[in-house]
């Protein structure tokens, strides 16, 4: 089996893909985060799939291809990705802004590797899987905030040669049929880790500073350290990807003091910038919000 290739390969995408040859208007999306418009920032998300996939078995790599891209204006993306054989290429479709980047890259991936599946998960892409899987270049869609469970799953099913009719929360196809798997795993007790140790491992493993690098080409002067308290959402906001319109949590995913506490004192050893928790904690598990009455956007 492979030796130096990684199971999976995780790329993040920039949010406009051919950003570097032409000038664009980003409009007031661009000045959301701290980060230049193209979102060189990748999901949290990445650091948790790395974590619980190695745990188990399955060496995983980050790339984070629009910091690449933005700092090497030569770079040669096409080449690049040839250059790397996975058993799988994982790509994030998590805000919105991602939408032309994430396909791009996808479209990219599949030509030069037209065997090696193609897998999207995020917010976006939970929202949008039907729309997604109808595309020749992806493979598979997986759905909802927590992805880790479905994705081991579906690497084993990879790995065996067999289809995954049983991982939940994966759309799919099989021949010219689309199959989408009962929407069924949302933890509420989130087993997982976001473990920076494992990403300055995969830096000197792949001798790769930029495509590990978290919080794009301004590191690291705009950086902080992101942990998450709880994934998933009770309030039903028309505007927001991430509402329980798109994921449909009953409770949010909580995740232990103790292990939060672990991660920030793994930080602090290594890391003197801030750290940053995100998660409202506050909606409890009451399903408040869920009471709520509005039209869907």
């Known amino acids: 089996m492979r030796e130096k290739s990684p199971h999976l390969i995780l790329l993040h ?23 230049s418009p193209i979102f060189e920032y990748f999901p949290i998300g990445f650091l948790s799939i790395m974590d619980f996939l190695e745990r188990n078995g399955f060496s995983v790599r980050i790339i984070n291809l629009a ?17 790397l054989d996975p058993m799988a290429f994982g790509l994030d479709l998590h805000w919105l802004v991602h939408a032309q980047g994430s396909l791009e890259v ?26 997604l899987i109808r595309y020749p270049f992806v493979d598979y869609v997986l759905r909802g905030d927590s992805t880790e469970g479905p994705l081991l799953q579906l690497l084993r099913c990879m790995e065996s040669s067999k289809p ?16 989408t798997n009962p929407f069924s795993y949302l933890p509420e007790e989130l087993n997982i880790m976001v473990n920076y140790k494992g990403l300055l491992r995969s ?4 001798r790769d500073m930029r495509g590990n690098l978290p919080t794009g080409t301004r590191w690291p002067m705009k950086f902080a350290s992101t942990l998450i308290s709880c ?3 009770l309030c039903r906001c028309l505007t927001c990807g991430g509402s329980n319109w798109a994921l449909g949590r009953k409770k949010i995913g909580r995740r232990s003091p103790q292990i939060i506490a672990k991660e920030m004192d793994i ?23 869920l009471k709520q009455s509005g039209r869907r956007g």
């Not at 995954?164 to 199959?179: A, F």
């Not at 830096?203 to 792949?206: D, G």
């Not at 930080?267 to 919000?289: A, E, K, Q, T």
Request: glycine share 10%; proline share 6%.
């Open 231 to 233: 994934r998933g959402c």
């Open 106 to 131: 996808a479209k990219i991936v599949k030509r030069v590797h037209p065997q090696t599946p193609v897998i999207l998960g995020g917010l976006s892409a939970s929202y949008y899987h039907l729309d």
């Open 203 to 206: 830096i000197f493993k792949y």
């Open 267 to 289: 930080i602090s050893h290594f890391s003197p910038f801030d750290i940053v928790l995100y998660g409202d904690i506050r909606m409890g598990n009451s399903g408040g919000c």
């Open 67 to 83: 910091v690449k891209m933005k700092a090497n204006s030569k770079l040669d993306v096409e080449k690049f990705i040839r250059g």
């Open 164 to 179: 995954p009719h049983q991982v939940p929360n994966l759309t799919w196809k099989e021949g010219d049929k689309i199959l």
């Open 13 to 35: 995408p920039p949010s406009l893909y051919d950003f570097r040859k032409r000038k664009t208007n980003f409009g007031l999306i661009g000045g959301t985060i701290a980060s």
